[in-house]
């Protein structure tokens, strides 16, 4: 582990032992607590582990960790399926197939398949939220997306930093957790890439709401949740997101955005025709 993964794992355990009570874990609450949650003593006694040890680790101390013990602590933090494997992976232990280079991943093929799924909204994004490319409908969904800089065509971006996204999404709060979640959970593997932090930076910096969420330390590696948002062409549209890894890139997936009534159905074609005049898809340089 490096000295950052140390850090952020230490967070991500004390952040884990505050929000579970004595009682949730099978323990009598003795005496008054400082802070809310299990003390130290009692996730080194649930997970078997010496006191020591575990008060190192949350420490971030240089010490040796083996999966058999982080999967340990897991159970005496009773960790949900994600936050097991985030923790894992900040362990340093491999729970995925490896991150394939997003950079000239896109082909002919994937942007033929963006089109023929109009009016259907989708993209191509990387695990950062970097969208590499998207149809018309994807890109009139909320606002413009073509109004920010190419550079700047980011997800994590979108809903933090333009008010039309946060204004437009009727669960926005919701949304803006899991993002923060995603993010956090594929950080681990890009911990010391600038691109990387100086996103999180800037987003830490640049919103509250980013920020407040951050501290939370909570994980996910996907959504599934049906989401709404209010469009200005075509009016409520809900929809449910699914994702498909691309080809073998762990980092780059296809995101579509099935309606989710016969009501989102039509207003989807109706957007679509709103903007035919558009170019059908749009994408960073093809692969050679």
């Given at each position: 582990m490096t000295e950052v993964t140390r850090r952020e794992l230490a967070a991500?355990?004390?952040?884990?032992?505050?929000?579970?009570?004595?009682?949730?874990a099978g323990l009598a609450a003795h005496g008054r607590r400082r802070t809310p949650g299990l003390r130290r003593e009692e996730v080194a006694q649930l997970a078997g582990?010496?006191?020591?040890?575990?008060?190192?680790?949350?420490?971030?101390?240089?010490?040796?960790?083996?999966?058999?013990?982080l999967c340990a602590v897991a159970r005496a933090l009773q960790l949900e399926p994600d936050e097991r494997r985030h923790l894992l992976r900040l362990g340093g232990?491999?729970?995925?197939?490896?991150?394939?280079?997003?950079?000239?991943?896109?082909?002919?093929?994937?942007?033929?398949?963006?089109?023929?799924?109009?009016?259907?909204?989708?993209?191509?994004?990387?695990?950062?939220f970097d969208l590499l490319a998207y149809n018309r409908t994807y890109r009139y969904l909320i606002d413009d997306v073509e109004k920010w800089p190419a550079h700047e065509r980011n997800c994590a971006l979108l809903v933090f930093l333009d008010p039309a996204w946060r204004e437009r999404y009727l669960d926005f709060d919701k949304v803006a957790a899991s993002v923060v979640a995603r993010l956090r959970a594929s950080m681990v593997s890009h911990a010391?890439?600038?691109e990387w932090t100086g996103l999180v930076e800037r987003l830490r910096s640049e919103s509250p709401c980013f920020e407040r969420h951050w501290q939370r330390h909570d994980v996910a590696f996907g959504d599934r949740s049906e989401r709404g948002f209010r469009n200005d062409r075509v009016g409520l549209l809900r929809v449910n997101f699914t994702g498909l890894w691309l080809d073998a890139a762990r980092s780059v997936r296809m995101v579509s955005l099935v309606p989710a009534d016969e009501l989102t159905a039509a207003r989807l074609r109706d957007l679509d025709e709103a903007v035919q005049a558009e170019a059908a898809v749009l994408a960073r340089p093809l692969a050679a």
């Open positions: 991500f355990l004390r952040s884990r032992r505050e929000r579970l009570s004595p009682a949730a582990v010496g006191v020591t040890w575990y008060t190192w680790l949350e420490q971030a101390r240089r010490i040796n960790v083996s999966s058999q013990v232990f491999p729970v995925a197939d490896p991150v394939a280079d997003a950079a000239g991943v896109l082909t002919e093929a994937h942007l033929a398949m963006l089109d023929k799924l109009l009016p259907y909204p989708v993209a191509i994004q990387t695990d950062r010391e890439d600038p």
